[in-house]
């Protein structure tokens, strides 16, 4: 068991450190893990909404129905520009790109004039009217709008650095390297662009899979730095006309970036917290009717009743019509609006109600990570697969509602995934390499007891290993001896391949007959058996069950006789007899793989194997085909076991009593049997008395019996009688039979 762990600590720590590796490279895949994670979040708890001066104004599809198809004149959007000055809008800005001249515009409009007279006439009157596009610039100039620019990272778009409307200043190191670089862009017709208070970045940079989470709040085109569209918006509505870029090692800075880089923008009055990469996590509150006001509306004659919704607000002007929506993903949505992000952005701005991943945030990931997988990895191979899951339920339920919490309190992104699943893939590879090794070791002590256990046994012990103890171990267990009588007679009137077909014959059978009941085969001794019960398994009837496997032993003998002589008549050989004698008896031992570094076997050594050696050897003695020696017949109470006599074998200075078993619990039950067995109990104790008229009379008596294994006894005990007459025992005689011969 030692020797497996080291493999499965080893092949835990290895998944782990590569785990960590992985969240350290953090591909996509771990990335798209996490951002879903904080998705479920967003939908689970949108953004609370607090009432701020904010609103779309979109170009929907009532504005479209009522003033024509877009793009409208340019002289239009100078209206609505004039209009929402008139209103007192704090700032206009629009999500709208103009750059290419107004079609629509009178100067356009020459190129498809005739040259004729009546053209000419009418050019002439086009001249003199005022072009769209300066339209649009002076509405522009005189109201506080801020200018689009759609930035890209291909090389299509003017490369040309924009003109900066903000200031910049910088709180501790220049973040310029961190802040996402664009080799092009397509901007306003230059007059627009010069009109405007502000200038604003309208792109976006999604995740990879498409969903917008982040808005860039600094962009870089060239040595320009470009604000978003959102954060240029606030800038020209607070009339402010520096941004503020603080960095992570500013002193005195927020500590929220991811590392290094920028920690916040500060605008005007108001702080929002960033990324390493200046851009700000988004919050989305999802659609929000209070929040848009259509384009209708102002163009139409009622347009002076809407200051309430415009006055002392920030414009975001856009659209939202079919054929001209931006459609952006979102984590609430597939399909949202670009201008509404641009509005989501402005509200968590203003509100001061933002999402931020701390700078911690990574490193407590991985220590996270590295703490349950360790978890897992120290307690698997000590408190199993199935409490390590539970347990492992628990810390990842833990982890989950940690970073949920700290969501919902604190605003805080935790990734709750990649630790958890980490650690699954810790508890996987350790969890199937502890399998597989198991399952080697039970294919290994498979392998091993197959020879010597029942098919059953070895996977009881497949399963329970451990209950092996190599090396050996003292147990009390029931040994087995059993030998084909006359074998050396035998042998000498058969070739070695009938030797062998014959032992085999014999062998196979009687094996079946011990493995039946459990037995576990130690060794075949050429003609002879050795077999013990109790090991290496627990059997608390392992005397009985050695009992009752030796009792089977006598019947298959007794059923394969008949088919053997007839196999030997069909071979024309001299039919061979074979007769059994079996040693049975209980104590303890010490069992287990014993033998040398370069050869063992699971086996069994002690007093007790000795003494049922003897006791195999003794049946000869005494003419039956079973002994027991009294340790077995006293823990097989129920058996037909008949005590023959009290022995001092060679080698043990105590005296055994030793029985003949005729049959099991049904033959003990019957009352022949029971008087059979008080007659011999009366014939042996007159003879252990010495009294040898009596003795001789009972055991001549017990000759004539139908019982075929007392009968075999009682010349035995005649054969001595006689002898005693002759030479009467010691005095001190104790009825105690002493073996001259092992």
Not at 60 to 71: C, F, I, S, T
Not at 253 to 265: F, N, Q, T
Not at 389 to 415: E, N, P, T
Not at 613 to 639: H, P
């Amino acid at each position: 068991m030692r020797r497996r762990r080291w493999p499965v600590l080893a092949s835990g720590l290895i998944a782990l450190a590569a785990m960590v590796c992985l969240r350290v490279l953090d591909p996509a895949p771990i990335q798209a893990l996490r951002l879903r994670a904080f998705d479920l979040y967003q939908r689970t708890e949108p953004r609370p909404y607090r009432p701020v001066p904010v609103t779309v104004l979109d170009i929907d599809e009532a504005a479209l129905a009522a003033e024509g198809q877009w793009p409208w004149p340019r002289s239009t959007v100078a209206l609505m520009v004039e209009r929402l000055r008139a209103l007192d809008a704090a700032a206009i800005a629009f999500d709208i790109l103009f750059s290419e001249p107004d079609r629509t515009s009178p100067r356009q409009l020459l190129r498809d004039l005739p040259d004729t007279p009546e053209g000419a006439a009418l050019a002439e009157r086009l001249r003199a009217l005022p072009d769209h596009d300066e339209q649009l610039a002076a509405a522009m100039a005189s109201a506080p709008t801020v200018a689009a620019v759609a930035l890209f990272h291909g090389a299509e778009g003017n490369p040309e650095s924009p003109p900066q409307k903000a200031g910049f200043a910088f709180a501790g190191s220049d973040p310029a390297g961190f802040l996402p670089r664009y080799r092009g862009a397509l901007r306003d017709l230059p007059p627009i662009e010069r009109a405007a208070s502000g200038l604003g970045s309208i792109t976006f940079d999604p995740d990879f899979d498409g969903v917008v989470r982040r808005l860039p709040l600094l962009q870089v085109l060239g040595t320009a730095i470009l604000p978003s569209l959102s954060v240029e918006a606030l800038r020209v509505a607070q009339g402010a006309s520096t941004l503020i870029a603080r960095s992570a090692d500013a002193s005195g800075a927020l500590g929220l970036a991811e590392s290094g880089g920028l920690s916040a923008i500060k605008v005007g009055r108001f702080v929002v917290p960033t990324t390493a990469e200046g851009a700000l996590w988004l919050w989305y509150h999802g659609p929000l009717e209070g929040r848009r006001l259509s384009a209708a509306g102002l163009l139409g004659d009622g347009w002076a009743d809407l200051r309430p919704a415009v006055e002392g607000r920030i414009l975001l002007v856009g659209t939202s019509a079919q054929g001209l929506r931006d459609q952006r993903a979102t984590p609430l949505s597939g399909s949202v609006a670009g201008v509404e992000i641009h509005a989501e952005a402005l509200e968590q701005m203003l509100a001061g109600t933002f999402l931020t991943r701390p700078d911690w945030a990574e490193g407590a990931e991985i220590v996270a990570l590295v703490l349950l997988g360790l978890l897992f990895v120290l307690l698997l191979p000590l408190a199993g697969a199935l409490w390590c899951a539970l347990l492992g339920v628990l810390a990842v339920g833990a982890g989950l509602a940690a970073s949920w919490l700290a969501f919902s309190r604190a605003h805080f992104l935790l990734d709750p995934v990649y630790p958890a699943l980490a650690a699954f893939v810790v508890y996987l590879t350790v969890t199937t390499l502890r399998y597989a090794l198991s399952e080697r070791e039970r294919d290994r002590v498979r392998g091993a007891f197959s020879r010597y256990l029942a098919p059953a046994l070895v996977e009881r012990l497949a399963e329970r290993p451990q209950a092996l103890k190599l090396g050996g171990e003292s147990r009390e267990i029931t040994v087995l001896f059993a030998d084909i009588r006359g074998f050396t007679t035998l042998s000498e009137r058969l070739t070695p391949e009938e030797l062998t077909a014959c032992l085999n014959r014999f062998l196979t059978p009687m094996t079946d007959a011990l493995l039946a009941e459990g037995a576990t085969i130690d060794k075949y001794i050429g003609d002879a058996i050795m077999a013990f019960w109790n090991a290496p398994l627990d059997q608390p009837d392992h005397p009985r069950r050695a009992l009752r496997g030796a009792l089977a032993m006598r019947r298959r003998l007794a059923e394969l006789a008949p088919r053997w002589a007839e196999e030997d008549a069909a071979a024309g050989r001299e039919p061979i007899e074979i007769r059994i004698g079996i040693g049975l008896n209980s104590g303890p031992c010490v069992v287990g793989n014993l033998g040398s570094e370069q050869r063992f076997d699971y086996s069994a050594l002690g007093d007790t194997v000795n003494l049922t050696s003897r006791l195999e050897g003794m049946s000869k003695v005494y003419r039956v085909d079973i002994l027991v020696g009294e340790d077995t017949a006293l823990q097989a109470a129920g058996f037909a076991l008949v005590e023959l006599d009290r022995v001092r074998v060679v080698g043990r200075a105590h005296p055994v009593a030793v029985f003949a078993a005729l049959g099991d619990e049904s033959l003990a039950a019957d009352p022949d049997f029971q008087a059979l067995k008080a007659r011999h109990e009366a014939a042996l104790a007159a003879y252990r008395a010495g009294a040898w008229d009596e003795a001789e009379a009972a055991f001549g008596a017990l000759r004539d019996t139908t019982d075929p294994l007392l009968r075999s006894v009682c010349p035995v005990f005649l054969e001595r009688i006689a002898a005693f007459r002759g030479a009467p025992p010691a005095a001190d005689w104790d009825g105690v039979f002493r073996a001259e011969h092992k």
